[in-house]
Nanobody, 115 residues
């Protein structure tokens, strides 16, 4: 069973919205900093947003004001609400859980922003 299960990707027009979800086991969710990263072919995977177990969030500059990361402690799920999407947001989005030496990635979900 995968430790992180992502969902919510898809095709959306510029200016539209999507919400990504990342479900984790309780032990992972309660211990780790959870983050969303993205990658396009030929480029390195980059941080989009992350949130600590205490709820402190951090965003990459290109998504500030448009994306919101949040944690649902009842569902052990982290969300990435993406608004005002742009074509340059097109990428495979990955969920990550990290705590000291523990480092786990989801399988990735494709987000395509195109008219």
């Amino acid at each position: 069973q995968a430790q992180l299960e992502e969902s919510g990707g898809g095709l959306v027009q510029p200016g539209g919205s999507l919400r990504l979800s990342c479900a984790a086991s309780p032990s992972i969710f309660n211990l780790c900093t959870m983050g969303w990263y993205r990658q396009v072919p030929g480029k390195q995977r980059e941080l989009v947003a992350e949130i600590t177990r205490g709820g402190v969030s951090n965003y990459a500059e290109p998504v500030k004001g448009r994306f919101t990361i949040s944690r649902d402690t009842a569902k052990y799920t982290v969300y990435l609400q993406m608004n005002n999407l742009k074509p340059e947001d097109t990428a495979v989005y990955y969920c990550r859980a990290k705590f000291i030496e523990f480092d786990s990635w989801g399988q990735g979900t494709q987000v395509t922003v195109s008219s």
